[in-house]
T-cell receptor, first 116, second 116 residues
Framework: GAGVSQTPSNKVTEKGKYVELRCDPI?????LYWYRQSLGQGPEFLIY????????DSGLPNDRFFAVRPEGSVSTLKIQRTERGDSAVYLC??????????????FGPGTRLTVL | AQSVAQPEDQVNVAEGNPLTVKCTYS??????LFWYVQYPNRGLQFLLK??????LVKGSYGFEAEFNKSQTSFHLKKPSALVSDSALYFC??????????????FGTGTRLTVIP
């Protein structure tokens, strides 16, 4: 079956611009996660959705970052007034959403964001 | 606080030899441990996880990992390395340390190179 998909695969923008990154989870997965991976580092948690609601947004670095999942499937990560330090690979993952920490998270290929 | 350490940035092994990629963790409470592999320009692929039960966990592509509670370790192993195993490997931990939190904490990764 289809895995997690993310669009675009690459995004180049200028400092100060607004960007949207999209994630399409595995069908039937109610939990969705966003992570950010900087060069040479492991992924860092940003936000977790259970259904339509953000169950945990403690990883969002500041109020320029926002994510939505209005229908409980596709999610969009939105970054306002981008800064060069936002350059990274943004990874999306989904899981069955049992509410347990034991669920396996399946990752998409990521969106590479470059802020010039 | 949860954390994961992968003490080796780089591991080199000859094809056909056994390989070990090390991981140690720190959590309050029971740990849930995961290994993922990342190939160039691709997302993370799930290899295996430890939740409870048998300390030796078998996963995809012939990989296995051993949970050692006393040493707080979860080393990844394979009896005979293949050149195609060359990739970046991430260890991750999740726990019920923080109510409602379902995210993974990742190590910084270990680059495995299998030499023909």
């Amino acid at each position: 079956g289809a895995g997690v998909s993310q669009t675009p695969s690459n995004k180049v923008t200028e400092k100060g611009k607004y960007v949207e990154l999209r994630c399409d989870p595995i069908s039937g997965h109610t939990a969705l996660y966003w992570y950010r991976q900087s060069l040479g580092q492991g992924p860092e948690f940003l936000i977790y959705f259970q259904g339509t609601g953000a169950a945990d947004d403690s990883g969002l670095p500041n109020d320029r970052f926002f994510a939505v999942r209005p229908e409980g499937s596709v999610s969009t990560l939105k970054i306002q007034r981008t800064e060069r330090g936002d350059s990274a690979v943004y990874l999306c993952a989904s899981s069955l959403g049992s509410g347990l920490n034991t669920d396996t998270q399946y990752f998409g290929p990521g969106t590479r964001l470059t802020v010039l | 606080a949860q954390s994961v350490a992968q003490p080796e940035d780089q591991v080199n092994v000859a094809e056909g030899n056994p390989l070990t990629v090390k991981c140690t963790y720190s959590v309050s409470g029971n740990p849930y441990l995961f290994w993922y592999v990342q190939y160039p320009n691709r997302g993370l692929q799930f290899l295996l996880k430890y939740i409870t039960g048998d300390n030796l966990v078998k996963g995809s592509y012939g990989f296995e990992a051993e949970f050692n509670k006393s040493q707080t370790s979860f080393h990844l192993k394979k009896p005979s390395a293949l050149v195609s195993d060359s990739a970046l490997y991430f260890c991750a931990v999740s726990s019920l340390e923080r109510a409602g939190a379902n995210n993974l904490f990742f190590g910084t990764g270990t680059r495995l190179t299998v030499i023909p």
